[in-house]
C-alpha cells in the first residue's frame, strides 16, 4: 500500500515539476544544469504533495527521489523541445512545430513506410518458398492418395469375410 502510494506520488509529483518548468525557463534551465536544485524541488514538490494526499515521511521522501530520477528525461526532453538553437529557430517548441508541419512529414514517411512493407513482404514471399511449394506438391498429390486407399479399402473389404 505504501510503496503503491509512493510511486504514484512520484509519478504525479514529477509531472506537476515538468509543467512547471515547461512554463518557467529560468526553472527548467537551472533545474538541468543542477541536480540539487532539482533534487529539492523534487523533494518539497513530493512533500507538499503528499501531505495534501495524506502521506508523510518516508513516502515523501521515496517519492521525491523517484520524482527526481523520473524528472532527469523529462528535462532533457524540455530542453530538445524549448532551449535548443533549432528549437528556437523553429519558434521555441518543437512539439508545436512538428505538429502543424505533421501532413509534409506523413507524405514522406508513407512512402517510406510502403516502401518498408513491400520489402518486409518480399521477404516473407521468399522465406516462404518451401512451405508453399511442399504445400503445393501435396494439393496435386491429394486426389491420387484418396482414391489409393479408397482402392485398398476395397481389396480389404473383399477378402476379409465374416
Not at 507524405?107 to 516473407?124: C, D, H
Not at 480389404?156 to 469375410?161: D, E, F, I, K
Request: a positive charge; glycine letters at 6%.
Amino acid at each position: 500500500m505504501l510503496l503503491s502510494m509512493m510511486l504514484i506520488l512520484a509519478v504525479t509529483s514529477c509531472a506537476l515539476e515538468l509543467m512547471i518548468a515547461a512554463k518557467i525557463p529560468a526553472w527548467r534551465r537551472l533545474s538541468a544544469r543542477s541536480p540539487l536544485f532539482n533534487l529539492l524541488n523534487s523533494l518539497a514538490i513530493s512533500f507538499v504533495m503528499g501531505m495534501a494526499f495524506g502521506g508523510n515521511g518516508l513516502v515523501a521522501m521515496g517519492a521525491g527521489v523517484i520524482s527526481t530520477i523520473l524528472s532527469v528525461p523529462g528535462y532533457q526532453f524540455l530542453r530538445w523541445n524549448y532551449d535548443t538553437p533549432t528549437a528556437k529557430a523553429q519558434g521555441g517548441n518543437r512539439a508545436i512545430y512538428y505538429w502543424k508541419n505533421f501532413h509534409v512529414h506523413w507524405a514522406r514517411w508513407r512512402k517510406v513506410l510502403g516502401e518498408f512493407n513491400q520489402l518486409i513482404y518480399t521477404i516473407f514471399r521468399i522465406i516462404t518458398i518451401p512451405v508453399r511449394v511442399i504445400n503445393s506438391i501435396y494439393k496435386f498429390i491429394r486426389p491420387y492418395i484418396l482414391k489409393y486407399n479408397a482402392y485398398v479399402e476395397a481389396k480389404r473389404a473383399s477378402t476379409v469375410t465374416p
